[in-house]
């Protein structure tokens, strides 16, 4: 764990992505078998992540939470730091890192013992069989006081499964690639079928990726869809096949002998919150996994998202609820079916699976429509349909295509409007990634409430590089506070945000937050208050939830 803490340290401090990489590679390649697989799994999906039943943390081959909170591992880093709890609090305000924190303020408190990977698997392990929070409190006390500062502080940030050093999933699929000298794109579709980066890294190692099988229960990647601004762009309209393009909650349902998890694209388990769709597929025969969208779905069409937002990460649903905002599910694709992995089958082969599996299932199981466009025009007339529709515009499929997940190869294309675009003040900009890592390219903005500003939202996108360049000098020179990366700043800088609707926010002071929002363009010629104010977001919220999709 010392040596995972500090390999670590350095990824964190390297904003190259392909440095990032490297140094993790070369970590992962002085490994032996045991120390792989504990690695790969602490800094990839923390100590709970799956793993198989051979492994000696849980050894039963199911997915475990640690279920240890904020409390708790304040309460257990006190008697080893010596300070009382409201400073502790204010400590790990300043800092924004729990880990971080402790591992600041154990310095030259603790015994400063040496950790392994096993010896913190072994601990971990404890934590889980440790049902009551005592037992949870003197096995962490113990870890506080005895070992190094830094190790202490990634022990803190596995149990919380995120890091924050920079270092994203793909690019541990990355590192595990150049260490093993197997192919990118032969550990991602096996880390695909399984959904355990660990095994994979073993097998990667072994030469044995092909022998890795798909199983269920654990969210794929999607494939995504590029825009498309224009019928007019796309070359031979066709060879396309066109569906609808629906406002919900893009979801994977796992399904086999009655059991039934639906997952987000986020990577969100989301069952509990939908059961009339769980209660309908523990009737289809089979297994599989099959790509979709779960709606909000009334009198045969379906509702706007803020309707929908109502169910999202409840929970309990009651029987009211289920009445006032009925869900389905709209499949339009098919992953695996009965053990078969069909990504690599043509489009129509998958869609003819897909049609048979769902045959004969009632509401609210549904296939989407599809359409055979001749030309730009009739991409166009079933654009302007979907829309009278309540939806979001058209998903076009080239024919032929692969299922290719987590990639936007242009086998897809999405072809939409924006919902509305809202005049917005910057009030907020961080540090950009890679070739953005010296200029402020991600900006929080605001819409005027009386006298002040209210947040609604983030964007990163739509500038070009001599804008981000002159932003970034402009927005330094109104900095009014700097918290880590980001900088506060005076409301003086106007853009122009499109964005794909407005949901409640609890996050946001305005209450609000604009989906998907990306700049249109600096607004040079508008003054701060002359952006939109927070009634026109207000307005736009009810239009969207009385389903009437504005047009300015």
Request: aromatic residues 8%.
């Amino acid at each position: 764990m010392d040596t995972l803490a500090e390999v670590a340290e350095r990824v964190a401090s390297h904003s190259s992505r392909l440095r990032k990489i490297a140094i993790l590679a070369g970590y992962f390649r002085g490994l032996d078998d045991a120390d792989l697989d504990r690695s790969v799994r602490f800094l990839s999906g923390g100590p709970a992540a799956y793993v198989p039943a051979t492994a000696t943390l849980f050894g039963d081959g199911e997915s475990r939470t640690l279920s240890i909170g904020w409390a708790t591992l304040r309460d257990s880093a006190l008697p080893a730091i010596g300070i009382d709890a409201d400073t502790f609090r204010l400590c790990a305000q300043e800092v924004g890192d729990l880990g971080e924190a402790i591992g600041l303020l154990v310095r030259r408190r603790t015994a400063g013992e040496p950790l392994t990977l096993a010896a913190a698997e072994q601990l971990y392990a404890q934590l889980y069989r440790a049902r009551q929070t005592a037992g949870k409190v003197r096995i962490l006390e113990h870890v506080f006081s005895t070992y190094r500062p830094l190790a202490v502080k990634y022990f803190v940030k596995v149990i919380g499964g995120s890091l924050r050093i920079g270092l994203q999933a793909k690019m541990v699929e990355e590192a595990v690639a150049a260490a093993t000298g197997a192919a990118l794109d032969e550990v991602r579709a096996a880390n695909n079928r399984l959904g355990n980066l660990a095994v994979v890294a073993l097998a990667a190692r072994h030469g044995q990726l092909h022998e890795i099988e798909a199983e269920l229960f654990h969210p794929m990647d999607f494939m995504l869809a590029k825009p498309l601004d224009s019928a007019a762009d796309l070359a031979g309209p066709e060879n396309w096949i066109v569906e609808d393009k629906f406002d919900g909650i893009r979801s994977q349902i796992h399904f086999s002998n009655g059991r039934v998890v639906i997952y987000t694209r986020g990577m969100d388990e989301v069952t509990q919150a939908f059961p009339e769709i769980e209660g309908a597929m523990q009737k289809v025969p089979g297994s599989g996994v099959i790509d979709g969208e779960v709606l909000a779905w009334r009198d045969g069409r379906a509702l706007a998202f803020t309707v929908l937002q109502q169910r999202i990460a409840r929970k309990r649903v009651s029987r009211s609820m289920i009445e006032s905002v009925p869900a389905a599910f709209m499949a339009y694709d098919i992953l695996l079916r009965d053990g078969a992995m069909l990504v690599d089958r043509p489009i129509e082969e998958r869609r003819a699976i897909l049609e048979d599996t769902f045959r004969d299932q009632p509401f609210p199981l549904m296939v989407s429509a599809e359409w055979d466009p001749v030309d730009a025009a009739t991409i166009d007339s079933l654009f302007e349909d979907a829309r009278i529709r309540g939806n979001e515009g058209l998903l076009l499929k080239r024919r032929g295509s692969l299922y290719e997940p987590g990639k936007r190869s242009g086998a897809w294309y999405k072809l939409k409007r924006p919902y509305a675009t809202l005049d917005v003040v910057i009030t907020a900009a961080e540090q950009g990634h890679g070739k953005r890592a010296t200029m402020l390219s991600d900006y929080t903005f605001a819409v005027r409430a009386g006298d002040t500003f209210l947040n609604v939202g983030k964007a990163y996108s739509g500038l070009t590089d001599p804008e981000i360049r002159e932003l970034t000098r402009i927005l330094r020179s109104d900095a009014v506070g700097k918290f880590g990366r980001v900088i506060a700043v005076k409301p003086q800088v106007v853009l122009e945000v499109a964005f794909d609707g407005i949901q409640k926010s609890p996050r946001h002071k305005s209450g609000f937050a604009l989906r998907f929002p990306r700049i249109v363009r600096w607004r040079q010629d508008k003054r701060p208050e002359e952006v939109d104010d927070l009634e026109r977001v207000k307005a736009l919220y009810e239009s969207s939830m009385n389903l009437t999709a504005p047009h300015e």
